[in-house]
């Protein structure tokens, strides 16, 4: 009798102080159920070998230059950490990847300039406003739809957005709102 033990990384990952937690994953697919992202999105959208937000944690382990957007897709609510059975702090996780990735310069240059844009635009409601009131008629363009379609975002082919609402919440609450007694 010959047994064969296949490592495939496991004992790098677990000499890993941060990320030896995703070795107790049963793959049950409990945090893909209850992701935003994934319940949208399905399971193998990102092109990985493993899906799902434990996918975000085990996939950079074995090639981070092709995986380093992983950890970048998820919103971060926990709700994956709330729910898995072996209580793995996969949100935890996936954000220490975050860090990782740009500590090592893995985060593509578009990728960090579109966030700092969009940190400065957020930062400002006024900016914002008028961003959104400048873009009233790309609503009807097809946008964001079309952003979503191009060769570099592999993501949007194949699925449609939701039209975008006539107007913003802030247009609709100035035009509705009652007057204070």
């Given at each position: 009798m010959h047994y064969i033990l296949v490592d495939n990384g496991r004992s790098e990952r677990l000499a890993m102080d941060d990320f030896w937690f995703s070795l107790k994953c049963v793959r049950c697919g409990a945090c893909m159920?209850?992701?935003?992202?994934?319940?949208?999105?399905?399971?193998?959208?990102?092109?990985?070998?493993?899906?799902?937000?434990?996918g975000a944690i085990t996939n950079p382990t074995y090639d981070l230059k092709r995986y380093s957007a992983l950890p970048f897709a998820f919103t971060?609510?926990?709700?994956?950490?709330?729910?898995?059975?072996v209580k793995a702090n996969i949100h935890?996780?996936?954000?220490?990847?975050?860090?990782?990735?740009?500590?090592?310069?893995?985060?593509?240059?578009?990728k960090q300039e579109g966030l700092k844009m969009a940190g400065r635009l957020l930062a400002s409601p006024t900016?914002?406003?008028?961003?959104?009131?400048s873009l009233g008629g790309a609503r009807s363009s097809g946008c964001p739809t079309s952003c979503c379609t191009t060769r570099s975002t592999i993501w949007g082919h194949g699925r449609d957005l939701p039209e975008a609402p006539a107007e913003t919440f802030h247009e609709w609450y100035k035009k509705n709102r009652k007057p204070a007694k």
């Amino acid at each position: 009798m010959h047994y064969i033990l296949v490592d495939n990384g496991r004992s790098e990952r677990l000499a890993m102080d941060d990320f030896w937690f995703s070795l107790k994953c049963v793959r049950c697919g409990a945090c893909m159920t209850t992701c935003p992202v994934y319940r949208r999105s399905g399971g193998l959208s990102y092109g990985g070998t493993y899906s799902e937000p434990i996918g975000a944690i085990t996939n950079p382990t074995y090639d981070l230059k092709r995986y380093s957007a992983l950890p970048f897709a998820f919103t971060m609510n926990g709700s994956c950490t709330n729910v898995c059975p072996v209580k793995a702090n996969i949100h935890e996780q996936i954000n220490k990847w975050r860090a990782v990735i740009a500590d090592k310069h893995e985060v593509p240059f578009v990728k960090q300039e579109g966030l700092k844009m969009a940190g400065r635009l957020l930062a400002s409601p006024t900016l914002y406003r008028n961003t959104l009131a400048s873009l009233g008629g790309a609503r009807s363009s097809g946008c964001p739809t079309s952003c979503c379609t191009t060769r570099s975002t592999i993501w949007g082919h194949g699925r449609d957005l939701p039209e975008a609402p006539a107007e913003t919440f802030h247009e609709w609450y100035k035009k509705n709102r009652k007057p204070a007694k």
